[in-house]
């Protein structure tokens, strides 16, 4: 799994942001323990988490 960084999520809509959290944790299932792909679904995961959270603190931006 390639890492996801926090620059690639700003621009997407909270309902990606879910989608891509969503498949993530399905990812991270598949892996196995001290891997680099567990590794990086799990900062990935992380980086979406924040991204969900500073949206949601934001706002709906009118």
């Given at each position: 799994?390639?890492?996801?960084t926090?620059?690639?999520?700003?621009?997407?809509?909270?309902?990606?942001?879910?989608?891509?959290?969503?498949?993530?944790?399905?990812?991270?299932?598949?892996?196995?323990?001290?891997?680099?792909?567990?590794?990086?679904?799990?900062?990935?995961?992380?980086?979406?988490?924040?991204a969900?959270?500073?949206?949601?603190?934001?706002?709906?931006?009118?």
């Amino acid at each position: 799994m390639r890492l996801i960084t926090a620059a690639e999520l700003d621009e997407h809509p909270i309902a990606i942001l879910h989608s891509k959290f969503l498949c993530v944790s399905r990812a991270l299932a598949q892996t196995e323990q001290a891997t680099t792909h567990r590794a990086n679904a799990l900062a990935s995961l992380e980086n979406i988490n924040r991204a969900i959270i500073k949206r949601r603190l934001k706002g709906p931006g009118f």
